[in-house]
């Protein structure tokens, strides 16, 4: 198997030991999770507001897929991770904008007891070329 790492300053960089994607055998993507971090400040967007923090997790991931050659309209699979799932509609809101109903990947959506940050949303994603 071929693996390519994706970098890109136009997200978040990482804050551990991984990357923010992977190319693998040149055709899937593997998106790191990315949170509403702005990627020049590296400051959290929208503090509370999970409608600011999710268009900044998917502006993020767009940027991350950008670098990977592919675009939002080659994802076929998305992990959403939320702090408190009464913002389900919000996020879902916000997330729809991003995906054609129609063509819109496979998701799942769970909530959890903390992410990175203290943020209220965490967004990753498999695309495929």
């Known amino acids: ?13 990482p804050v551990g030991p991984y990357n923010q994607a992977v190319v693998a ?4 993507v593997f998106a790191s999770g990315q949170v509403a971090l702005d990627p ?3 400051s959290l967007v929208g503090e509370g507001d999970v409608a600011a923090q999710t268009k900044q997790c998917l502006d ?4 991350v897929l950008a670098a990977a050659g592919v675009t939002m309209a080659d994802v076929v699979k998305t992990s959403v991770f939320l702090k408190n799932m009464n913002d389900f509609a919000t996020m879902n809101g916000v997330y729809s904008t991003y995906f054609d109903e129609t063509t819109a990947p496979a998701r799942a959506c769970v909530e959890v007891a903390r992410l990175p940050k203290d943020v209220l949303v965490e967004i990753e ?5």
């Open 125 to 129: 994603c498999i695309a495929v070329k």
């Open 25 to 28: 055998s040149g055709e899937m």
């Open 1 to 13: 198997m071929v693996r390519r790492i994706v970098q890109t300053d136009q997200a978040p960089a």
């Open 40 to 42: 020049r400040s590296g």
């Open 60 to 63: 993020n991931l767009k940027a």
